[in-house]
């Protein structure tokens, strides 16, 4: 058990957090509460203004490197959208199935189940999408062994004629 010497440094302490805990406690708009929404995440945090809003849209600029020619994409989606939710809007744009993309944002590559909000995401940022090179890989292995199942009939037919 700690016992204080003087009750008036105290009170002192007290006073000066029970000045300060008055300003606090005006909520958004100076109604006197403070309005609470509940994040994906499961966090309960205090309402903000402005950003971030359920209903509210925002525009992303995509940019895409496919092969030597780069593409811009001005997509419009909710602030609360997941990268998978964009991964889906995407592909009816750039023709790439959601499991061929990566979405980079701020140089990480970023999950399907990471919310744009929480990560940051605002109006009028950018985003790079990539196409995953182990797939791009095996489309190209399949190609060229298309290719070269191909070439061959066509080389006997060739020499035996």
Not at 7 to 25: E, I, Q, T, V
Not at 48 to 58: D, K
Not at 130 to 135: H, K, N, R, Y
Request: hydrophobic letters at 35%.
């Amino acid at each position: 058990m700690m016992k204080l010497r003087s009750k008036k440094l105290f009170k002192r302490s007290s006073s000066k957090l029970s000045g300060g805990g008055g300003a606090a406690a005006v909520g958004v708009g100076g109604r006197g509460e403070i309005e609470w929404e509940l994040r994906p995440g499961g966090m309960l945090v205090q309402k903000r203004e402005g950003r971030g809003v359920a209903g509210e849209l925002i525009t992303v600029r995509v940019s895409t490197t496919a092969g030597s020619s780069a593409n811009c994409h001005d997509l419009t989606i909710g602030a609360t959208s997941t990268f998978g939710e964009m991964k889906e809007a995407l592909s009816m744009l750039t023709g790439l199935e959601p499991r061929e993309q990566r979405l980079v944002f701020k140089g990480k590559e970023r999950e399907d189940g990471d919310h744009l909000h929480m990560v940051g995401v605002r109006d009028g940022d950018k985003v790079l999408l990539l196409q995953d090179p182990a797939i791009k890989e095996k489309k190209l292995l399949l190609l060229q062994q298309a290719m070269a199942g191909l070439g061959s009939t066509n080389c006997h037919t060739i020499i035996q004629v």
